[in-house]
C-alpha cells in the first residue's frame, strides 16, 4: 500500500498561482483568474488528503470537473478520467478498479464519494492519469500516463502553437478525451485562457460566447468540420480567432486544403496534427505554410518527438514508430497494474506511413485494418480512400467473410461498389455498401468501425405468412427489389438501397409508390429515403374496413398531378373550362424537388439534379424538335426551350410550352445557385428558411418590383419555391407559416380571375396540408397513369387534341391522355436502356485514377 506523500509534480497544475490575476477560466456568465482557480483547486486538494489515493473523475466541460482533476494533479491521486454522460462507463470502471474516491460535478458543486478513508491500491510514484485509449470508454484497459508526460506534451504543443497568455482557447472537444485535455494542459502551462463550455459548434450560443469572450482558437475533429458547414462557418465573422486545430482521424485532403485556404483569407491558420492517448494527445503537427500543397500529411513531429518507419514484412510501407517524452508507461487492465514503472519506452503507433521527399510524413494505412478475404489481402484504409478520391465520405469494414463500406449520403451504392470492387480487386458478391445519412462515429468524433460492421446484411431467415395457411406468399426484400428494378430500370438493388439513392424522382416515384402500396398494405412514412430492407408489409391487425377496401389513400402530390393534366388538357380542349392547374403542378413540381433532390452531399446531389433536369428537358426537346418539323406552329426557339426569353411578345402557339420552358428555367437556376457552396450550406442549415427567403425574393417579381425579364407567363418561380417549403414544413406552427403565404399572395395574381386563384389557394393548402387523398380502387391505376405521364401528356396534347376536338371533345381529351401516356411509356424504355448501358459514362465522371500503391 501507498503510504505517504510521494509522487513526481505536474508544474503546470502546481504553479497555477504564478499566473496571477491573468483570467484562466471565462464562461458566459463569470471569470475566474489564476489566483481563484489555484485557491479553488488546494481546496480541494486539501479534501483529497496527502496520503496518494486513486481517484475517478466524471468530468464535463464545467469548472468543478476541471478544479477536480487539477486537485488530483496538485496533491499526486492518480487519476481515471471518465466522461461525465457515460453513467455505464463509469460503472465498469468503478468496477474493475475500485478507486478510493469517486468525483463528480452536478450543479455547481463537486459530488465527493469517499469509498475508503486511505487507499487499497499500490501506486506508482510516475503515475498521474489514466485514459481509456481511443474512445473505448469503460473498457479495463487504460493508459497509464505520468506527470513527466503530460508536462512534456503540453511544453511542445504550446511551442509549435506559439500559445501566449493572451489566448483563449474555446473547450469544443470532452476533457476527457485526450485531445480536448490537451487543450486545456498546454493553455494553462502559458497561462493563457480557457472559454470553458459544453456547447456544440451547432449551437448559435456556441459562437456568441465565442465572440463576446474574443476567443483566439478551437479544436475540432474531422466531424467537427462537417458541422461547422451546416451552420455556415465561412461566413462568420470572428475577428479574434487565430487558429483552429485539427486531430482525431484523417480529415479529407480536398477538406484540408478548403479550410487551409479560408484560414489564409480570413487571417487564421490550420494546424492538422497527429496523435494517440498512447502519446499523451500529440505526436506530429503540419505546419499550416504546408497544408495546401501536402494536405494528406500529417507533418513533422512535435518539438522533443521523433519518428522511424520500421519495415513490415509482406507490406509495401513500414510501420511509423514514435519516441519522446510524451509516450505513456504502459497499459493497465488490473489494479495491480497501478504499481508497475515503465514497460514501454516507444510506441508502435499501428499506422502504415512513408517520409514525403518535403520532408513530411503521409500515413498511408493501418497495420491492423487488414482483412483477407477469398485469399485477397484487403487495405480498409486504401478502401476509404479510393472512395474518397471519388468525393465520396465513407468508413469500411470487414471479416474473412466480407467487406462491408458505408458511404455518408444518397450515393448510388451499386455503381461505387463495382468501382470499388474493380479497384481493389475484389469480388463484387464480398462487398456490401451500405448508404446512410452520417457515418457512425464515437464520442470523441472517430468512425464508429463495429457498428459499420454492424451494418451488414445477415441471411434473411424465410418469412411465416402473417395467416398460415391461408395468407399468400411471404413478402420479403426480393419483391420490393423488384419493384425498383422495374420503376427505376437499374438491375442491381442492394438491400441498403433507396429509391432516391438508385436514383428515382418525381417521374417515377408515382408508379413506385403505389406498387409498392398493393405489396405492402401501406406506405410508410418518407419510404423513397428507406433502405430495401426496412419496407416491410403492415403488421397483421383488423381487417380493413368498407372505406378501406372501397378507397386507397394516394399521395397528394399524385392525385394533383393527375387531376391537373386532365383538367389542363380539357380546358384546352374546350370540354369544360378549369384554369389555373399549371401552376398547381408549378408548386407541386417545388415539392417534389426538396423531397428528392437535395439529399447527400453538394456534388453527389448536383449530379442527381442535372439528371432529373434532363429527364424533363430532353424528351421535351424531341418532342417540339418533331412538331416543329411537321407543322409551322413553332419555331426554333421553342425547340431550344427558349422562347420565353426570345419569342414574340404577344401570345401564339409559341407559347404552348411556356411550362416546360419556365420549370426548366427555375431547375436550371436553383441547381445552379445549391451548386455554390455557400447556398448549399445556407439550406442545409436553414431547410425550412431557405425556401421561405427565396420565396420572399422571387415575390419582388410577382409583384412586378423586380423585371425577370421574361415578357410572358406572369413569373412562377414563387410557386416553385413555396412547394419547396411546404416540403420542408414539419411541424403544425410551419405548417400554418406555410398556408398564410397562398392565402396573403395569390389574390390578385390572375387580375380577378377568382376561380382560378381559389384553385391555385386551394391546390397549395390540399398539398400543405393532406399526405393522402382516397381515391376510388379503381381507379387507382389510372390515377398513378396519368400522375406518371402529366409531363408528356402535357407535350404531345398540342398536336393530338386538335385533330379530334371538332369530331368530339370527350374523344379528344382522352386521344390526348392516352398520347402522354404511350410517349411517357417509350421515353421510361429508352431512359432505361441508357441507365444500363451508362457505366463508360459513370466511370468518366471520376477521371482521376484510382490509387493501388497506398
Known amino acids: 500500500m501507498t503510504t505517504q506523500l510521494d509522487f513526481a509534480r505536474v508544474p503546470f497544475a502546481a504553479d497555477l498561482a504564478g499566473h496571477g490575476d491573468r483570467p484562466a477560466i471565462l464562461t458566459d456568465n463569470f471569470t475566474l483568474t489564476y489566483r481563484e482557480l489555484a485557491d479553488r483547486v488546494d481546496a480541494l486538494a486539501l479534501r483529497l488528503g496527502t496520503q496518494r489515493r486513486l481517484v475517478a473523475l466524471a468530468?464535463?466541460?464545467?469548472?468543478?470537473?476541471?478544479?477536480?482533476?487539477?486537485?488530483?494533479?496538485?496533491?499526486?491521486?492518480?487519476?481515471?478520467?471518465?466522461?461525465?454522460?457515460?453513467?455505464?462507463?463509469?460503472?465498469?470502471?468503478?468496477?474493475?478498479?475500485?478507486?478510493?474516491?469517486?468525483?463528480?460535478s452536478s450543479n455547481g458543486e463537486t459530488l465527493f464519494e469517499e469509498r475508503r478513508a486511505g487507499t487499497a491500491h499500490e501506486l506508482h510514484p510516475d503515475l498521474a492519469l489514466l485514459l481509456s485509449t481511443s474512445g473505448s470508454t469503460g473498457s479495463p484497459k487504460l493508459v497509464r500516463l505520468s506527470a513527466a508526460n503530460l508536462q512534456a506534451n503540453a511544453e511542445s504543443i504550446a511551442e509549435y502553437l506559439d500559445i501566449g497568455p493572451a489566448d483563449r482557447a474555446a473547450t469544443t472537444l470532452p476533457m476527457s478525451y485526450c485531445y480536448g485535455l490537451s487543450v486545456i494542459n498546454s493553455h494553462l502551462l502559458r497561462g493563457a485562457g480557457l472559454v470553458l463550455t459544453g456547447l456544440s459548434v451547432v449551437d448559435p450560443c456556441f459562437w456568441e460566447l465565442f465572440r463576446s469572450r474574443q476567443a483566439t482558437a478551437f479544436a475540432a475533429v474531422p466531424y467537427t468540420f462537417e458541422l461547422l458547414e451546416r451552420v455556415g462557418f465561412a461566413g462568420m465573422d470572428l475577428p479574434a480567432l487565430r487558429y483552429v486545430t485539427q486531430a482525431g482521424g484523417r480529415l479529407a485532403p480536398e477538406r484540408v486544403r478548403g479550410y487551409a485556404e479560408l484560414g489564409r483569407r480570413q487571417g487564421w491558420e490550420l494546424f492538422v496534427m497527429y496523435g494517440q492517448t498512447e502519446a499523451t494527445a500529440r505526436m506530429a503537427y503540419l505546419?499550416?505554410?504546408l497544408a495546401a500543397e501536402h494536405p494528406g500529411a500529417i507533418g513533422v513531429p512535435v518539438p522533443g518527438g521523433a519518428f522511424r518507419i520500421e519495415p513490415v514484412p509482406g507490406l509495401e510501407h513500414g510501420e511509423l514508430v514514435y519516441t519522446g517524452p510524451n509516450v505513456m508507461l504502459g497499459y493497465a487492465e488490473a489494479p495491480a497494474d497501478l504499481g508497475a514503472g515503465r514497460t514501454v519506452h516507444e510506441l508502435r503507433t499501428g499506422d502504415l506511413a512513408r517520409l514525403h521527399?518535403?520532408?513530411?510524413?503521409?500515413?498511408?494505412?493501418?497495420?491492423?485494418?487488414?482483412?483477407?478475404?477469398?485469399?485477397?489481402?484487403?487495405?480498409?484504409?486504401?478502401?476509404?480512400?479510393?472512395?474518397?478520391?471519388?468525393?465520396?465520405?465513407a468508413a469500411s469494414a470487414g471479416t474473412d467473410q466480407g467487406l462491408v463500406v458505408a458511404v455518408e449520403g444518397s450515393h448510388d451504392t451499386q455503381l461505387l461498389a463495382k468501382v470499388l470492387a474493380q479497384g481493389i480487386g475484389l469480388p463484387r458478391a464480398a462487398l456490401e455498401l451500405h448508404a446512410v445519412e452520417h457515418l457512425p462515429r464515437l464520442a470523441t468524433g472517430k468512425l464508429d468501425y463495429p457498428a459499420v460492421l454492424a451494418l451488414s446484411t445477415p441471411a434473411v431467415p424465410e418469412r411465416e405468412p402473417a395467416n398460415a395457411g391461408t395468407a399468400g406468399p411471404a413478402v420479403g426484400p426480393d419483391?420490393?427489389?423488384?419493384?425498383?428494378?422495374?420503376?427505376?430500370?437499374?438491375?442491381?438493388?442492394?438491400?441498403?438501397?433507396?429509391?432516391?439513392?438508385?436514383?428515382?424522382?418525381?417521374?417515377?416515384?408515382?408508379?413506385?409508390?403505389?406498387?409498392?402500396?398493393?405489396?405492402?398494405?401501406?406506405?410508410?412514412?418518407?419510404?423513397?429515403?428507406?433502405?430495401?430492407?426496412?419496407?416491410?408489409?403492415?403488421?397483421?391487425?383488423?381487417?380493413?374496413?368498407?372505406?378501406?377496401?372501397?378507397?386507397?389513400?394516394?399521395?397528394?402530390?399524385?392525385?394533383?398531378?393527375?387531376?391537373?393534366?386532365?383538367?389542363?388538357?380539357?380546358?384546352?380542349?374546350?370540354?369544360?373550362?378549369?384554369?389555373?392547374?399549371?401552376?398547381?403542378?408549378?408548386?407541386?413540381?417545388?415539392?417534389?424537388?426538396?423531397?428528392?433532390?437535395?439529399?447527400?452531399?453538394?456534388?453527389?446531389?448536383?449530379?442527381?439534379?442535372?439528371?432529373?433536369?434532363?429527364?424533363?428537358?430532353?424528351?421535351?426537346?424531341?418532342?417540339?424538335?418533331?412538331?416543329?418539323?411537321?407543322?409551322?406552329?413553332?419555331?426554333?426557339?421553342?425547340v431550344l426551350l427558349l422562347n420565353s426569353i426570345v419569342g414574340p411578345e404577344e401570345v401564339t402557339t409559341q407559347w404552348h410550352f411556356w411550362f416546360i420552358e419556365v420549370l426548366v428555367y427555375i431547375l436550371l437556376g436553383v441547381t445552379a445557385l445549391l451548386a455554390i457552396p455557400w447556398a448549399d450550406r445556407a439550406e442545409r442549415r436553414f431547410p425550412l428558411l431557405f425556401p421561405l427567403a427565396l420565396t420572399g425574393l422571387a415575390l419582388l417579381s410577382r409583384y412586378d418590383i423586380v423585371d425577370p425579364g421574361i415578357p410572358h407567363p406572369s413569373p412562377t418561380l414563387w410557386l416553385f419555391v413555396m412547394g419547396w417549403a411546404i416540403a420542408r414544413a414539419r411541424t403544425l406552427a410551419q405548417r400554418c407559416v406555410v398556408s398564410?403565404?397562398?392565402?396573403?399572395?395569390?389574390?390578385?395574381?390572375?387580375?380577378?380571375?377568382?376561380?382560378?386563384?381559389?384553385?391555385?389557394?386551394?391546390?397549395?393548402?390540399?398539398?400543405?396540408?393532406?399526405?393522402?387523398?382516397?381515391?376510388?380502387?379503381?381507379?387507382?391505376?389510372?390515377?398513378?397513369?396519368?400522375?406518371?405521364?402529366?409531363?408528356?401528356?402535357?407535350?404531345?396534347?398540342?398536336?393530338?387534341?386538335?385533330?379530334?376536338?371538332?369530331?368530339?371533345?370527350?374523344?379528344?381529351?382522352a386521344a390526348s391522355l392516352a398520347a402522354g401516356i404511350a410517349y411517357w411509356a417509350l421515353c421510361t424504355r429508352v431512359m432505361g436502356l441508357l441507365s444500363r448501358n451508362g457505366w463508360g459514362r459513370f466511370r468518366r465522371r471520376f477521371k482521376r485514377p484510382v490509387r493501388t500503391d497506398a
Request: aromatic letters at 8%.
Open 357 to 393: 521527399p518535403a520532408g513530411v510524413y503521409e500515413v498511408v494505412g493501418r497495420r491492423s485494418r487488414f482483412v483477407k478475404i477469398v485469399g485477397l489481402r484487403v487495405d480498409l484504409g486504401q478502401v476509404e480512400r479510393i472512395l474518397g478520391d471519388l468525393g465520396v465520405e
Open 59 to 104: 468530468a464535463a466541460n464545467d469548472v468543478d470537473s476541471l478544479v477536480a482533476y487539477l486537485a488530483a494533479l496538485v496533491g499526486g491521486h492518480p487519476l481515471i478520467l471518465i466522461p461525465e454522460d457515460k453513467p455505464a462507463a463509469l460503472e465498469s470502471l468503478v468496477a474493475a478498479y475500485d478507486p478510493d474516491v469517486v468525483l463528480c
Open 740 to 813: 398564410a403565404l397562398p392565402v396573403l399572395t395569390v389574390p390578385g395574381y390572375f387580375f380577378g380571375e377568382t376561380h382560378r386563384e381559389l384553385t391555385l389557394v386551394a391546390g397549395i393548402l390540399l398539398l400543405t396540408w393532406l399526405p393522402t387523398i382516397p381515391v376510388p380502387r379503381g381507379l387507382q391505376r389510372l390515377t398513378v397513369l396519368l400522375a406518371s405521364a402529366s409531363l408528356y401528356a402535357y407535350l404531345v396534347h398540342w398536336l393530338v387534341y386538335p385533330l379530334l376536338d371538332a369530331t368530339s371533345p370527350a374523344l379528344a381529351v
Open 287 to 289: 505546419p499550416p505554410g
Open 479 to 638: 419483391d420490393v427489389r423488384r419493384i425498383f428494378r422495374d420503376t427505376l430500370e437499374c438491375e442491381d438493388v442492394d438491400d441498403g438501397d433507396t429509391f432516391v439513392s438508385l436514383g428515382g424522382d418525381s417521374l417515377s416515384y408515382v408508379a413506385t409508390s403505389v406498387r409498392l402500396e398493393q405489396l405492402l398494405g401501406h406506405l410508410p412514412a418518407d419510404w423513397h429515403v428507406t433502405p430495401v430492407r426496412d419496407l416491410e408489409p403492415r403488421p397483421e391487425g383488423k381487417p380493413a374496413g368498407k372505406m378501406r377496401r372501397l378507397f386507397a389513400p394516394v399521395e397528394t402530390s399524385i392525385v394533383l398531378r393527375a387531376v391537373a393534366i386532365v383538367l389542363i388538357v380539357s380546358t384546352h380542349v374546350g370540354l369544360m373550362k378549369w384554369p389555373g392547374m399549371a401552376h398547381v403542378l408549378m408548386a407541386v413540381a417545388g415539392y417534389n424537388f426538396a423531397r428528392f433532390q437535395l439529399g447527400g452531399e453538394r456534388r453527389p446531389r448536383f449530379r442527381r439534379q442535372l439528371s432529373s433536369l434532363a429527364r424533363v428537358a430532353l424528351p421535351s426537346v424531341a418532342f417540339i424538335g418533331v412538331a416543329y418539323l411537321l407543322t409551322d406552329r413553332y419555331s426554333l426557339a421553342n
